[in-house]
């Protein structure tokens, strides 16, 4: 069922991105006079706050309120293009391993690569920025390495669940190009 998720879901994604580039077509046709000075229109942050709100009650519906204010503040945070990995939890897989076993994965997410003192998630345990999708990836293999229990294994029998379902998240500005 995870793999059908997954496979509708970057249909899904591409058929958005298309959408939203027709519309800023539209917008570019009848908008003013295409011979004025155009400006990068402006993104009303509370705009903003509300797409990431509704994203991450999707991905993390147990989260609190108070929760998903604290993840959205972290993603207005990040840079435009930067990736972000958001794993929510599997409860199953907390049950057979431990709550202290998932923190200590989530821990490593936060950590491989990095200084002693730094951490990518601002100590969420759920959502990680990376600076680039190689640096996600690097880690990810990483933590494989080390903790392959958290992973999904087709070939284990019975087959294990994962740590969580795990979703990259890109944050995608307006570029002055798309106007001009």
């Not at 077509?25 to 400006?39: A, P, V, Y």
């Not at 669940?161 to 106007?179: E, F």
Request: aromatic share 12%.
């Amino acid at each position: 069922m995870r793999c059908l998720v997954c496979t509708m879901a970057v249909p899904f994604i591409f058929i958005a991105l298309a959408t939203a580039k027709m519309f800023d077509f539209i917008q570019l046709l009848f908008g003013e006079n295409n011979n004025t000075k155009k400006d990068v229109p402006k993104t009303d942050d509370s705009e903003n706050d509300n797409m990431n709100e509704e994203a991450l009650r999707t991905i993390l519906p147990d989260a609190s309120k108070k929760d998903i204010e604290k993840y959205v503040q972290q993603l207005n945070d990040i840079e435009d293009f930067d990736p972000v990995l958001v794993i929510s939890p599997d409860h199953n897989w907390i049950h057979q391993h431990s709550f202290q076993n998932y923190q200590t994965v989530m821990n490593a997410f936060a950590t491989d690569s990095l200084q002693p003192s730094r951490r990518r998630d601002k100590s969420s345990f759920c959502v990680f920025h990376f600076s680039d999708m190689t640096e996600l990836y690097d880690v990810r293999e990483n933590i494989r390495t080390l903790y392959p229990h958290a992973f999904f294994n087709s070939h284990a029998q019975p087959p294990q669940p994962p740590i969580g379902t795990a979703w990259i998240l890109v944050k995608i500005g307006v570029q002055k190009s798309d106007y001009v």
